[in-house]
């Protein structure tokens, strides 16, 4: 960097490409505001040094050393015409002298090689350097918000294992079973026994027949034939339909027990939770915070919209069958040899 006293110039020996903006430095110097100048002569003593003069009409052109009367009464030495000075006049604040500046016209002095271009070259490392910090920032930042909404997803799947807290609304009249604590067993004989897995329940694919629209049971004959099909997903712990993007999983830790649905898109927009169900009365109701339940709001009501019928899920009672082979009663050996009884494998309470 050069401090004159009528600018500050940066100076490049060659041309060159800045990779960042695209832009095409010429070689010579640039003033702060970005003005380009071919030569700079900056004054020693009294004298500018290698000032670079041009005579029009021999197109003579030769360097010397001037003060600044000279320069206002130069002669060409070739055949005596005006001159005129090509180089920008200036004087370095400090008075310090400027050594070999030819500014590319073909003289090795100490521009191309000293502290201007090494002063140059810093900045544009340091600006690299902390345009990457930046990047780095930034992707480690999106990488915490991506990691805290799958966290708050898996939350909401796999919220409060084993803590027996019921669905959490209630209807009013204190007898569909919503908002009350799990029991160790139901009394009603017509449900699954808590405390079992869903594994254990219905095997890893439950078949289903469509009874209505938006309405399915679970099919009596297995997979011979019906019209949805669910897999159990285990990273969720909930069945999963791909064709609505819908997690599903059976509640048996409340009296009675109930479906609960997880729609990607509706329950997505009520995290951390997001829970839904399904009541008997054609209403949905969704949990937002872990325990609040609310009736969902039409404007969320879509056509994809599908529910598993509660007598569906008890038709088969204590002794049935599963869709995977398995024998759905309390005590009883699952598909994978495992006894249904004891704590829940897997089971997904909610408060």
Not at 56 to 77: A, F, G, N, R
Not at 86 to 101: C, P, Q
Request: proline share 3%; aromatic share 16%; charged share 20%.
């Amino acid at each position: 960097m050069y401090y004159g006293r009528r600018h500050q110039y940066i100076y490049y020996p060659i041309a060159w490409v800045d990779s960042l903006s695209g832009q095409t430095y010429l070689p010579g110097y640039y003033d702060e505001n970005g003005n380009h100048y071919g030569n700079v002569a900056f004054k020693e003593g009294d004298k500018y040094k290698n000032v670079i003069c041009k005579c029009d009409y021999c197109d003579s052109q030769i360097t010397m050393d001037m003060t600044e009367k000279q320069s206002q009464e130069l002669e060409c030495p070739n055949c005596g015409a005006p001159m005129k000075v090509l180089s920008t006049l200036d004087e370095m604040e400090n008075n310090a002298a400027a050594a070999g500046n030819g500014g590319g016209y073909g003289n090795s002095g100490a521009y191309g090689s000293g502290s201007t271009v090494r002063s140059s070259g810093i900045r544009r490392f340091v600006f690299i350097a902390l345009l990457i910090i930046a990047v780095l920032f930034v992707i480690g930042f999106i990488n915490r918000a991506v990691s805290s909404v799958v966290n708050s997803y898996s939350q909401a799947v796999q919220y409060g294992d084993n803590s027996g807290y019921g669905t959490g609304y209630s209807d009013g009249t204190g007898s569909s079973g919503y908002g009350d604590y799990g029991t160790d067993t139901y009394d009603d004989g017509s449900g699954y026994p808590a405390g079992v897995s869903n594994i254990d329940l219905f095997g890893r694919t439950i078949y289903l027949d469509k009874t209505g629209e938006g309405t399915y049971v679970i099919s009596d004959d297995g997979n011979a034939s019906y019209d949805k099909m669910i897999s159990w997903e285990a990273s969720y712990d909930s069945y999963y339909d791909p064709e609505t993007d819908c997690y599903i999983w059976y509640n048996n830790d409340v009296t009675p027990g109930i479906w609960q649905y997880w729609y990607e898109g509706i329950s997505s927009g009520y995290e951390p939770s997001g829970w839904m169900e399904y009541d008997e009365s054609g209403v949905w109701y969704i949990e937002q915070d872990y325990g609040d339940w609310f009736e969902l709001p039409q404007s969320d009501y879509a056509y994809y919209l599908w529910h598993i019928e509660e007598q569906g899920t008890a038709g088969g009672n204590s002794g049935s069958t599963g869709t995977d082979g398995s024998t759905n009663s309390n005590g009883s050996t699952s598909s994978d040899g495992s006894t249904g009884s004891g704590d829940a494998e897997n089971v997904l309470p909610l408060d």
